[in-house]
């Protein structure tokens, strides 16, 4: 199994602060988001390679942070990949750069965990790769305890074994407060699915979007996230992690 980390985003919505810094570099409660990331998944035994696809702009400052992050977690093996785009403007969007990263780096005959870099988590991951492998696909998802807050996100509805049923981005009348998360188990086979949906034409941004498309053709399970998820998407958001997060700091 592989894992790869979405970090080609340019998150203008934090300027001035992503200027200069991609923002899963970006410190919470002393170190940087990605980190958080890295530090709940590297309990999962199985991991051959963890991919971190970014940008041209960023591509050497993720290469630094590996470098240092890989003497702390030695069990972890990195490879930055740079999906050349140069701004806001030309990115390859979520998906796109999963396609990219998928055919550039053959990863099509292995199982694949993707995950967004600025995507903060509190507990291990361990249980949830250990769960996931076992379906074709699987969502994370999470309980954000208010249908106002979940209109920013997406919406799922499920059957008894919690395979879904309904999905549908940012939502005007949700009947839910679970929503899905940029946390995404994939089987080797539906991994092999990313160019057949790029082919056709569909939207290459919002991860969330690949699942909508899947649905209907592979059954993807839901696995709760129990612990503290936190989504940065602006500074006030970035403020308030903080101090959430700096209770979990060891």
Known sequence: MNVLILAAGYATRLYPLTLTKA????EVAG?????????NLAPIPDIETVFVVT?????????????????RQPKLSFKIVNDGSMSDTDKLGAIGDINFV?????????????????????????????????HPATLATYDVGDLEAIKKYNSISVDPVGKIVHFEEKPAKPSSTVTGIALYYYSAKTVA???????????????????????????VQTYLIKGTWFDIGSKETLEEAGPIFQKFVK
């Open 23 to 26: 923002k899963p570099l970006l």
């Open 55 to 71: 940008n041209n702009k960023f591509a050497a400052d993720f290469q630094t942070w590996a470098d240092g992050y890989v003497k």
């Open 102 to 134: 998928v055919g550039k780096e053959g990863l099509a005959n292995a199982d694949l965990i993707v995950v967004a870099g600025d995507n903060l988590f509190s507990e291990s991951l361990e249980g949830f790769a250990e769960f996931a492998k076992k």
């Open 31 to 39: 170190k940087p988001m990605i980190e958080w990331v890295l530090d």
């Open 193 to 219: 699915m990313f160019p057949e949906y790029i082919a056709a034409g569909n939207n290459p941004d919002q991860p969330g979007r690949f699942i909508q498309w899947l649905y209907p053709r592979l059954p």
